[in-house]
Nanobody, 125 residues
Framework: QVLLVESGGGLVQAGGSLRLSCAASGGTFSSYHMGWFRQAPGKEREFVAAISWSNGATYYADSVKGRFTISRDNAKNTVYLQMNSLKPEDTAVYYC??????????????????WGQGTQVTVSS
């Protein structure tokens, strides 16, 4: 069982930045692909970014490419999401997730076995 705990959310003005963190415990963090998803009110949970366990390769949704950066520190069992140039449409609850198998670039939610509780990000215009 892997426990994931997100932090770093908050209220920021459009154009600003936030860095989300997701601390993992209870498993071999370095052997899991990690992903970030988000869910806005009334919308489906959507893929944001993912990072491979093996070589740190990354993959992004088109809506955040060039603005968000996912990274991981296996020594700290933590994955990060640096969010720059934030827009009001980035407002959502952000979740980190972990999966052991499958391709890191696959965006399917069903492949992720473990999920955090989420952290709210609100971008004001």
């Amino acid at each position: 069982q892997v426990l994931l705990v997100e932090s770093g959310g908050g209220l920021v003005q459009a154009g600003g930045s936030l860095r989300l963190s997701c601390a993992a415990s209870g498993g071999t963090f370095s052997s899991y692909h990690m992903g970030w998803f988000r869910q806005a009110p009334g919308k489906e949970r959507e893929f944001v970014a993912a990072i491979s366990w093996s070589n740190g390769a990354t993959y992004y949704a088109d809506s955040v490419k060039g603005r968000f950066t996912i990274s991981r520190d296996n020594a700290k069992n933590t994955v990060y999401l640096q969010m720059n140039s934030l827009k009001p449409e980035d407002t959502a609850v952000y979740y980190c997730a972990a999966k052991r198998y499958g391709f890191y670039w696959s965006t399917a939610k069903s492949e992720y076995r473990f999920w955090g509780q989420g952290t709210q990000v609100t971008v004001s215009s």
